[in-house]
């Protein structure tokens, strides 16, 4: 039997994976951005293969915390964290309508046949000992992506915590290689809050997918970049390499 040829790619398709933090998305639940980033998600569906991978924000947070107080262990905590991203995807799939896939894909394999130019797929956590920022590193792999977006609730990486730190620095642009030795210092519970997680700083370095960190507050900000490519924020790139506009 003669193996399957590798399907070529769709011309002028170009595949994005956006990681959109239950932060920015979900700031509270009363308070959210789900309408907004349901059209700008629609609008760049009918230009490129889009793939969201939604965290859990300040909801999982909570129910962590609850957990925690109850002495659950750190992996138990993990999985009720997964539980949130995929409720959070769940309602941006609602949002969506038809210019979604009907699902949450919980496979990185069931996300891939799923993507098609037109059709956002959305999908949230997978696998304890990690973030949301993991998962849409992996993805961006498994499906050749061109461009990995990770849209936060600070404009960027830097030097230290912005929110805790005055005198942080953002950095204009970073290889993987410094990405990855700025979070190796960093300690990882479940619910834990740094910019991008360890799994995905070392995905981002082995596939060498660019990736664009961002203040994903306003869904316009997101729209703006990938249209214009003006942003404020950080490009982390092997080489001299500028992945916006799209
Ligand atoms: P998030 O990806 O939301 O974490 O996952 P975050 O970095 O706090 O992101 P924001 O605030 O949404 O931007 C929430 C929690 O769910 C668990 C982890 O405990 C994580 O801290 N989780 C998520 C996993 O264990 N595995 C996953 O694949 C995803």
């Given at each position: 039997m003669t193996p399957a040829a590798k399907a070529p790619k769709e011309t002028g398709v170009t595949t994005i994976v956006l990681s959109l933090g239950g932060s920015v998305l979900i700031p509270s639940l009363e308070s959210n951005e789900l309408a907004g980033y349901a059209a700008v998600l629609a609008g760049l569906a009918e230009r490129h293969r889009c793939f969201v991978v939604v965290g859990g924000g300040g909801e999982a947070r909570r129910f962590i915390g609850v957990g925690r107080d109850l002495g659950i262990d750190e992996a138990t905590l993990d999985e009720i964290g997964i539980l949130v991203t995929r409720l959070n995807a769940r309602l941006l799939v609602a949002a969506l309508g038809d210019a979604a896939y009907p699902g949450v894909p919980e496979t990185y394999a069931a996300a891939k046949a799923c993507g098609v130019a037109g059709r956002v797929v959305v999908m949230g956590g997978v696998a304890p000992g990690q973030t949301t920022d993991a998962v849409a590193a992996v993805l961006a792999e498994e499906v050749g992506a061109d461009l990995l977006i990770n849209a936060t609730s600070v404009p960027g990486v830097f030097t230290a915590d912005p929110k805790k730190d005055p005198a942080a620095v953002r950095h204009g642009t970073m290889t993987p290689g410094e990405l990855l030795a700025l979070v190796a210092g960093e300690r990882m519970g479940a619910g834990s809050n740094t910019v991008i997680d360890l799994v995905a700083a070392k995905i981002v370095e082995r596939s060498g997918i660019p990736m664009v960190v961002l203040?994903?507050?306003?869904?316009e900000t997101v729209r703006d970049a990938i249209l214009?490519?003006?942003?404020?924020g950080t490009v982390i790139a092997k080489a001299a390499c500028r992945p916006l506009p799209l």
């Open positions: 203040d994903g507050r306003r869904p214009t490519g003006v942003f404020e």
